[in-house]
């Protein structure tokens, strides 16, 4: 187990995967109180688009993949505000959309790029110096982001109509967690994969949901939770030979299950006996 460590491919994996797992669970916190489930996977698609279109034009994934995420939660966000369709549906729409211009980059592609599908599917033992420096610049930014509008974000996540009526400019806010939503899926698009990508946003923060009624101890939970199971996925997927994007995520999965057997809010609703 030891030997592992003195990897140097398997020392970026780790970093990697802690700084995903913690990133993706704290934006999940919000995405969870807001309901914005659906907006991780649509973004998710939106971004591989992205990746697909840099290496089909011999650009460099990370820039493009930015720019089509954002894009996607700027024109959902748009949307909604001026009341032309609702956030799920249009997200929807642009789901399907950057999933069809993947494959279509795709097919366009001469012959097969392992790269691209690492994108798609997840490829944590492969990320190289250049794609953890990125990885660690978006990270630390989107973590700097939270810290600094943390009591905003809250607030709107829970009563975006009384966090406008308070003079919160909640409308700018909402776009500012849109915005760390995309940011958060490109960051972790290497590591879990544009399938799996907002399986990791959504399910430690819920399942830190289940464990706790205070808001600081769900945040602490998730992040804890998150990078628990990151980190644990890719020993997983480095001792079995597992591909790193299923093993993250059934990994958290199962935390998720156990966590609704062992839930306070469960077991405080079961009929006494």
């Known amino acids: 187990m030891l030997e592992m460590l003195s990897y140097d491919f398997m020392q ?26 659906f907006v991780g996977a649509g973004t998710a698609h939106a971004a591989f688009a992205g990746v697909t279109l840099a290496y089909l034009l011999g650009l460099p994934p990370l820039p493009l993949a930015v720019i089509f995420g954002l894009a996607t939660v700027w024109v959902t966000g748009v949307m ?8 799920d549906v249009s997200i929807g729409i642009l789901y399907t959309a950057t999933m069809a211009l993947a494959i279509l980059f795709i097919g366009l592609m001469k012959g097969y790029n392992a790269e691209v599908y690492g994108y798609l599917f ?10 953890l420096r990125a990885i660690l610049a978006l990270s630390f930014l989107v973590l700097g982001v939270l810290l600094v509008f943390s009591k ?29 939503v995309a940011l958060t899926v490109v960051v972790s698009l290497k590591t879990v994969g544009a ?13 830190a949901y289940q464990l706790t009624h205070s808001l600081f101890h769900m945040t602490a939970y998730a992040v804890s939770i998150g990078i628990v199971c ?17 093993a993250i995520v ?6 998720f299950f156990l966590s609704v057997l062992v839930s306070p809010k469960r077991l405080r609703r079961a009929p006494a006996v």
């Open 230 to 246: 990151a980190v644990g996925g890719v020993l997983l997927s480095y001792v079995w030979d597992l591909p790193s994007g299923p």
């Open 195 to 207: 399938i799996l990508v907002f399986a990791m946003v959504l399910i430690p923060a819920s399942t």
């Open 152 to 180: 905003e974000l809250y607030f709107i996540a829970f009563d975006q109509e009384m966090a406008e009526a308070s003079g919160v400019p909640a409308r700018r806010i909402f776009y500012l967690l849109l915005t760390l």
């Open 12 to 37: 970026r994996s780790l970093v990697a995967a802690a700084l995903v797992g913690a990133v993706c669970s704290v934006i999940g916190v919000f995405v969870v109180l807001r309901g914005l489930a």
């Open 122 to 131: 997840g490829s944590v033992l492969s990320v190289t110096p250049e794609e």
């Open 250 to 255: 059934l990994l958290a999965t199962t935390l």
């Open 80 to 87: 909604e505000e001026k009341g032309q369709m609702k956030l």
